[in-house]
Every structure is written in structure tokens, then in C-alpha cells.
């Protein structure tokens, strides 16, 4: 009756046709004219305003079908030991650099970039909202989690591939402070990519590492506000 009215019936074992949605995603996460121009548009949104780029992540995501685990956001099986370490973590680490490691590699004591937060209680807001939002959770988003992703499907899974995205992504990070921090922001950061980008791509969990970098850059914006930073150094 179907084919006297006309009707084609699709066999019942044929293949669904793709929805947009599921086209849209399949592109978003290849490297495809759609794959790249997210890529250029995430790595740009910071432009516009922190943390756009890791917000953009956030959606890149939700839209590729991404698991979310492919960018560390997995559960920790215990947020309260995940903060704790990450604090102590991000502490201590900020200490070791600004009392050893800088100076053995010849830095200004004083971090001229940052110097105007000593004493400047009207500054502090400012800076407080760009070490927990900007760098804890929007540079971990997009440094570890996004780029450690996008490069890994790109590269492939073996040890090597992952040792040169590390390095890569380290390079990179110290690259994007030049600007504001100069040659001694480019040391500190790229050490801080080295150390952090191996840890996540051991761990592949992001949280502690999010939590960590928000207390360096925290106890950092204490030791300039208080004006110890001639002491620790």
C-alpha cells in the first residue's frame, strides 16, 4: 500500500541519519574548518574579558558531548582533602619560588608589574577575583584541562606525545605572562606549567590543581600588599 501512495519506508535495520546537534558536535571536536575556529574563538575570549576563554570551554564542552572527565572535571573522592592539599600545596610552592628559586635565577625581588597592591586596600578586590577566578579556575580550564585535551586527541595518548604536551603548554603559559611580568613572569610561569602540567597529566584530575593556583597567586598578592617581599625573597 506504502509504495501505491508513493511512500519509500526506511528498512528497519538502516542506519539513523546524524541530527544537526550530533554533526555540530562531531565537528566542534575535530580539527576541521568548525573544530579550529572554536579553537581561535576560546583562545580569544579573554580579550573580551576574564574568563571568558574558560567559560567558552565550559560550553565547547556541552555542545561537543565532551565527557567532562576529558577535561579533569571528574569528582574528587573528597573535596575537603582536595582543598587542603591544594592549599598547602599552592603555598608552599609560591614560597620555594619567591625565596629560592627566583633568586638563584636572578630576579628583581620586587615584582614592579605588582607593586602597586602594597598597602592599596582598594586594589585588593580586583586582584583577589583575578587569582581565584581568573587564574584558578579559568587558566587551570583552559592550560590543563582544554589544551591537555585538544592536544592529546591531536598527538595521541603514547608517554612521548603527552611529555611534549606538557612542555608545549608550559611554554605557552610562560609566554602569556611576558606582557604584564616580563622575563622573570615568563620563568616563574613556565616552571609553574612544567610542575602543574605534570601533574595533571598524571593525575588528570583538575580541582586540587585549580585550588593550588589560586592559593600561589593569593599568598603572592599577601607578600606584595604586606610589602614582604625584599624578606622572602
Known amino acids: 500500500r506504502g509504495a501505491r501512495e508513493g511512500l519509500i519506508e ?48 565550559l560550553l565547547w564542552v556541552r555542545l561537543s558531548r565532551t565527557p567532562w572527565r576529558e577535561i579533569g572535571y571528574a569528582r574528587p573522592k573528597s573535596w575537603v582533602r582536595t582543598i587542603a592539599v591544594g592549599v598547602a600545596f599552592g603555598v608552599a610552592f609560591k614560597l620555594l619560588m619567591k625565596s629560592i628559586v627566583m633568586p638563584l635565577l636572578g630576579a628583581d625581588p620586587i615584582n614592579q608589574a ?90 588528570r584530575q583538575i580541582w586540587m590543581l585549580v585550588v593550588a593556583h589560586a592559593a600561589f597567586d593569593l599568598t603572592a598578592v599577601a607578600i606584595i600588599y604586606w610589602n614582604l617581599e625584599p624578606t622572602v625573597a
Not at 583562545?43 to 573580551?48: K, W
Not at 603559559?173 to 602543574?196: E, P
Open 10 to 57: 526506511r528498512p528497519r535495520d538502516a542506519p539513523a541519519r546524524p541530527s544537526v546537534d550530533d554533526l555540530l558536535a562531531e565537528r566542534l571536536r575535530g580539527f576541521g574548518p568548525i573544530g579550529i575556529l572554536a579553537i581561535l574563538v576560546i583562545l580569544g575570549g579573554n580579550a573580551v574579558f576574564i574568563p571568558l576563554s574558560a567559560l567558552l570551554v
Open 114 to 203: 605588582y607593586h602597586y597592591l602594597v598597602g592599596n586596600r582598594a586594589a585588593l578586590p580586583a586582584a583577589l577575583y583575578a587569582t581565584t577566578i581568573g587564574a584558578g579556575f579559568g587558566e587551570e580550564t583552559v592550560f590543563r584541562g582544554y589544551m591537555f585535551e585538544r592536544l592529546g586527541r591531536l598527538f595521541g595518548p603514547s608517554t612521548g606525545a603527552t611529555t611534549l604536551i606538557v612542555l608545549v603548554t608550559s611554554l605557552w603559559f610562560g609566554l602569556d605572562h611576558y606582557f604584564i611580568q616580563g622575563l622573570a613572569g615568563v620563568q616563574q610561569a613556565t616552571i609553574f606549567g612544567l610542575v602543574f602540567g605534570t601533574i595533571y597529566a598524571a593525575t
